[in-house]
């Protein structure tokens, strides 16, 4: 299991249910590395997208504890538990966790790779990612820097140390 997510200066990662910033280099990159593969997300982050339905050309698992929660054309899991018979389905295929943060939070430790794009610039947010630099078990491993409109940004990889 990997993870993608885009962060702030702080390591923010949202605010009232959005993203902290729109940087469409970011989205494309998502866009790339996610198509026809597995999201995992909580129902919140599922219904910050456009019409709130799922993406297209990517398998959805929506993790909520309602269990009288309905969207179509996505797995619903109510538990942890459940996650992993959903993804048995889906063999050969990458499973990205994609938020939001108590998402990010439970998942971690199971994740391998995490694609990150760092934003150099702070932003008022409600919702936060996990600081890898500061974490043992994770490093560094590629970074590139771009710029969009006066936002400067990098794609960062970091791999879980065996």
């Given at each position: 299991?990997n993870?993608i997510?885009?962060v702030d200066e702080?390591?923010?990662?949202?605010k009232?249910?959005?993203?902290?910033?729109?940087?469409?280099g970011?989205?494309?990159?998502?866009?790339?590395i996610?198509s026809?593969?597995?999201l995992?997300?909580?129902r919140?982050?599922?219904?910050?997208f456009?019409?709130?339905?799922?993406?297209?050309n990517?398998?959805?698992?929506?993790?909520t504890?309602?269990?009288?929660y309905s969207?179509?054309?996505?797995i619903l899991c109510?538990?942890?538990?459940?996650?992993p018979?959903?993804?048995e389905?889906f063999?050969g295929k990458?499973?990205?966790?994609a938020?939001?943060?108590?998402?990010?939070q439970?998942?971690?430790?199971?994740?391998?790779?995490?694609?990150?794009?760092?934003?150099?610039a702070?932003?008022?947010?409600?919702?936060?990612f996990?600081?890898?630099?500061l974490l043992?078990?994770?490093e560094?491993i590629?970074e590139?820097?771009h710029?969009?409109?006066?936002?400067?940004?990098?794609f960062v990889?970091?791999?879980?140390k065996?």
């Amino acid at each position: 299991m990997n993870l993608i997510v885009a962060v702030d200066e702080q390591w923010g990662i949202g605010k009232e249910g959005d993203l902290l910033c729109r940087i469409s280099g970011d989205m494309k990159r998502f866009r790339i590395i996610t198509s026809g593969n597995v999201l995992v997300l909580g129902r919140k982050t599922l219904e910050s997208f456009p019409n709130k339905k799922p993406l297209p050309n990517r398998e959805h698992i929506v993790l909520t504890k309602n269990p009288k929660y309905s969207a179509e054309g996505v797995i619903l899991c109510h538990s942890l538990e459940e996650l992993p018979l959903a993804l048995e389905r889906f063999e050969g295929k990458e499973v990205f966790v994609a938020g939001g943060e108590s998402i990010y939070q439970q998942l971690l430790p199971f994740c391998e790779k995490a694609y990150v794009t760092k934003i150099y610039a702070t932003f008022p947010a409600d919702t936060s990612f996990p600081n890898l630099d500061l974490l043992p078990e994770w490093e560094l491993i590629e970074e590139e820097a771009h710029e969009e409109n006066g936002i400067k940004f990098s794609f960062v990889l970091y791999h879980k140390k065996k």
